[in-house]
T-cell receptor, first 119, second 113 residues
Framework: GAVVSQHPSWVICKSGTSVKIECRSL??????MFWYRQFPKQSLMLMAT?????????EQGVEKDKFLINHASLTLSTLTVTSAHPEDSSFYIC???????????????FGPGTRLTVT | EDKVVQSPLSLVVHEGDTVTLNCSYE??????LLWYKQEKKAPTFLFML????IEKKSGRLSSILDKKELSSILNITATQTGDSAIYLC?????????????FGQGTTLQVKP
């Protein structure tokens, strides 16, 4: 199956600093990647859709200037949390879309997630 | 407003029991419904359902979609402690196939020995 990696798997940073999280599709090319955040005991909430070579599309309520997304290649998307604050502490998960070749079908494979703690 | 609702939110069973998890949805332009299993890290893919009434099966897990009822069930037979996890249902929808998913709240399953 398709493999998606994330780096780092966990990070602790001080309030006011920026943190970059990488998401890579290891054995397939992903024109579209997604970024989610998940708070404890809650489900995944989509933050933005990352398209290779174009600007990301952010969901309502997500600050684009705070969560910078760059999809520089078909296998790499990055999420940078700028001027992080304690309320940004969360589990950030990326996923990459892998086509199944059917008109309505595709599969979305998730990375292992990054645990961000802002102190 | 598009939404996905799962039930029950949590479930405790003993090894060997059979469980049924439910997922209902209200979305525009439904494309597919996906089930994921999440343990300590990110979700792992279980099933993708696009056609009503066709059961998908993998070992002790099976799932089926009912487009008339706008719902899906995930069955796990002969449960094992390793089945303990959060089971997430997600729906892909929209007039353009962006691939965006809406997730349900998840069902937390605990299987006791």
């Amino acid at each position: 199956g398709a493999v998606v990696s994330q780096h780092p798997s966990w990070v602790i940073c001080k309030s006011g600093t920026s943190v970059k999280i990488e998401c890579r599709s290891l054995d397939f090319q992903a024109t579209t990647m997604f970024w989610y955040r998940q708070f404890p005991k809650q489900s995944l909430m989509l933050m933005a859709t990352s398209n290779e070579g174009s600007k990301a599309t952010y969901e309502q309520g997500v600050e684009k200037d705070k969560f910078l997304i760059n999809h520089a290649s078909l296998t790499l998307s990055t999420l940078t949390v700028t001027s992080a604050h304690p309320e940004d502490s969360s589990f950030y998960i990326c996923s990459a879309r892998a086509p199944t070749g059917t008109p309505s079908g595709y599969e979305q494979y998730f990375g292992p997630g990054t645990r961000l703690t802002v102190t | 407003e598009d939404k996905v609702v799962q039930s029950p939110l949590s479930l405790v069973v003993h090894e060997g029991d059979t469980v049924t998890l439910n997922c209902s949805y209200e979305v525009t332009n439904f494309r597919s419904l996906l089930w994921y299993k999440q343990e300590k890290k990110a979700p792992t893919f279980l099933f993708m359902l696009t056609s009503s009434g066709i059961e998908k099966k993998s070992g002790r897990l099976s799932s089926i979609l009912d487009k008339k009822e706008l719902s899906s069930i995930l069955n796990i037979t002969a449960t094992q402690t390793g089945d303990s996890a959060i089971y997430l249902c997600a729906v892909n929808h929209g007039s353009s196939n962006t691939g965006k998913l809406i997730f349900g709240q998840g069902t937390t399953l605990q299987v006791k020995p």
